[in-house]
């Protein structure tokens, strides 16, 4: 068992990496987020679609802009 410390919150460790792209494959699997993304920035800026797909995937809106940045949806902020 790992224990979250000062370090957890650098993803430096692997594990934690793994971790985090594990949770956000199954809370915010890539077809669904792609597919809702197409649909949304077709009438909102990215920014609103991120946040109304946060709601509809029950995560932070942090946790939604993260995992569009990582599937190239948008840039880096």
């Not at 932070?60 to 990582?70: D, E, G, Y």
Request: charged residues 30%; without cysteine; hydrophobic residues 45%.
């Amino acid at each position: 068992m790992n224990f979250r410390d000062g370090v957890s919150a650098l993803a430096s460790d692997r594990e934690e990496i793994e971790a985090n792209q594990f949770a956000a494959g199954l809370l915010m699997p890539r077809d669904l987020v792609e597919q809702a993304f197409e649909d949304l920035t077709q009438r909102y800026r990215p920014e609103r679609a991120a946040d109304l797909m946060a709601r509809r995937f029950e995560v932070s809106p942090q946790a939604m802009r993260f995992r569009l940045m990582n599937l190239a949806l948008i840039d880096p902020a």
